[in-house]
């Protein structure tokens, strides 16, 4: 029997939050050095505490620092990291940049850029799906030229249409539109959320299924092309087309219908000749039939809730697959256990549309206990920037069963604070108790149709400014916190700092 590979000695972490400081831990792990990259707005950021290096890669607008592959190419370079882990969003599924990565002899923790050119583009994705034999959702077969273009297959597809991101996912660049005189406001806002999410503004358009579910199956592939899936996650809770509440198994899906649309995941795949882990997209109609939506080339934010119903660490495989290791996993073998859902945490307020919530975390107290897990980049005294995506943490529950999956993140929620910004943490408790959610019966319009014009609950709000009160009497008496305006330029974040003026006794 051959060795396995060994695994690389320093991976640099080219992304920011709470998804460098899971990558970072699963290192640790592994026994594997790892290298934050930050910038100007994150010098204090606890993804650059938790690594064993960070390194600044500029100003706090994205495309001037997370986004900017020299400069990340150029820290992997002065640290001697063997391999690049993306994360997701930036330039996770950016094939431009996996292909420097490989040009430069450094591994991209991803697929291949052959494979990520193709399912990173959309329009090819589902060009390349329909001439496989997958059922796709009725659209543009190319990116959208200009308005006149649009309006003419607009008229063809039928409204309603959506417009979708080609380069990326997430929701970032995705509007309805209706009619069609909605169709340019709709074209050019998308354009730009997609420039400035994906360094890309081109867009497409495809039929708007109404009232269906998102469900979305992870996979896994090595490098000699063994690929599995580990079953499906449901995303139909969802507020701008961005998922906030996800869940395994999905209480829409039976065994047989389940092993159908995990087979057409795996095709999607192979098809691609992809490697390591990505997930497969799908709309499900009311009437049980299910369309290839895309593939996200990429970790995704819900994974772990695939994680806890597999008892496989994705984070893990992907780190092993660059490595070139073999998947030792069976599809015969791997099995679903109890339920999980996860329930994403964002700096918005869904009392005002969601509007962003910035600004600093007087204090944050993690809900612990039997089947809670708490995956997050904050802590108290960070001041929460205005210049990425508003995610802050993920709190995922486990147990026997979906209703017990339920009360459990219930009670998880209660237990979580979290002062000085506002998050949806009570929204998301009036979700998790609507009898729709609780029957397993939400589609993608649910939000729409169920909470609109949400408003806090009397009681909830009087807890919360309680709350604040307190924690606002109990900093009185802290000590000073770091700040980054504090610090000298280049100079990283240490939490020595949080302690004030100290020294060492005699």
Known sequence: MKPRAELFKKILVANRGEIAVRVIRACRELGIRSVAVYSEADRAALHCQMADEAVSIGPAPSLESYLN???????????GSLAIHPGYGFLAENSDFCRRCEKEGIVFIGPNSAALELVGDKVRARQAMEKAGVPIIP????????????????????YPVMVKASAGGGGKGMRIVCGEDELRPALEAGQREAKSAFGDDSVYLEKYIEEPRHVEFQVLADNAGHTVHLFERECSIQRRHQKIIEESP?????????????????KVMMTAGYNNAGTVEFLLDKDRRFYFLEVNARLQVEHPVTEMVTGVDLVHQQIRIASGQKLDLRQEELRQRGHALECRIYAEDPASQFLPSPGRILYLKEPRGPGIRHDCGIYSGWEVPIHYDPILAKLIV?????????????AALDDYVLLGISTPIPFLKDVIRHPVFREGKATTGFIKAHLDGWAEAAKDGEKQRLALAAAAYLSLDQKPVYRPETAGAGEAYSPWKSLGRWRLGE
Not at 69 to 79: K, L, N, P, Q, V
Not at 142 to 149: F, H, I, K, T, Y
Not at 250 to 266: F, V
């Open 250 to 266: 999905s209480p829409a899906l039976d065994p047989e219908l389940r092993a159908k649309m995990g087979e057409t995941a795996r």
């Open 139 to 158: 659209g543009m077969k190319s990116v959208a030229a200009g308005l006149e273009e649009c309006t003419v297959q607009a008229r063809k597809i039928g």
């Open 69 to 79: 592959m020299d400069r990340i190419i150029e820290a992997a370079r002065r640290t």
């Open 398 to 410: 486990w147990a026997e069963d979906r209703e017990a999956a339920c009360r459990r993140m219930l």
